[in-house]
């Protein structure tokens, strides 16, 4: 057992973490809804399957972070945003999930000017459903052309669940696409976390990034 020298920013610490030996990093591990933000030399994990995650983070400064969200946008009034963490389960939707997690960079030292971001996810992994995926990887390209944020890559849409592996400090991603033989626990977990969702107020191959 390898103890956690990380320390967490506030607010961050009802995000699971673990020791990843196979990376030899302290990583912070995303359900949907999540999010999380670093300034230290840590991972953020997470496994998409119609979801979307934003990578992004202060190149100049190295303090970034992902989110994962399941729904694109919520046209209810703002979110009262108070910093780091989860509010309301609001960042179940993209707008919010986007906002928080910009403002949680800026608010810890990044700067606008010198963020970079990197997008995955919005897979149709269960044919004959509605595409939630293109809609959500239609939603995050939009708002972060509106929002003026440059997108330096991108893995959108397919028919796979991908793994996802960021390293803020770098601004590396790992990514795997995953076999369909992988594909029930996640579509499971996705069906049951829109059903909360809806009613509550408001191997493959490795690729580089």
Known sequence: MVSS???????????????????????AKLLPGDYYVTSSQEAVVTVLGSCVSACIRDRVFGIGGMN????????GERSNW???????????FGNYAMEHLINDILSNGGMRKNLEVKVFGGGRIVKGLSDI????????????KEERLPVVSKHLNGDHPRKLYYFPKTGRVLMKK?????????????EKYFRAIE?????GEVDLF
């Open 68 to 75: 994962h969200f399941m729904l694109p946008i919520h046209e």
């Open 178 to 190: 995953l076999a369909s033989l992988h594909n029930d626990t996640l579509i499971k977990r996705e």
């Open 199 to 203: 009613n509550a107020p408001v191997g």
């Open 5 to 27: 020298t990380i320390t967490r920013l506030p607010g961050f610490e009802h995000i699971n973490t673990y020791y990843d030996s196979a990376h030899n990093i302290e990583t």
């Open 82 to 92: 108070k910093g780091a963490g989860v509010v309301d389960n609001i960042t179940r």
């Open 133 to 144: 995926g293109a809609c959500n990887a239609r939603f995050v390209l939009d708002y972060l």
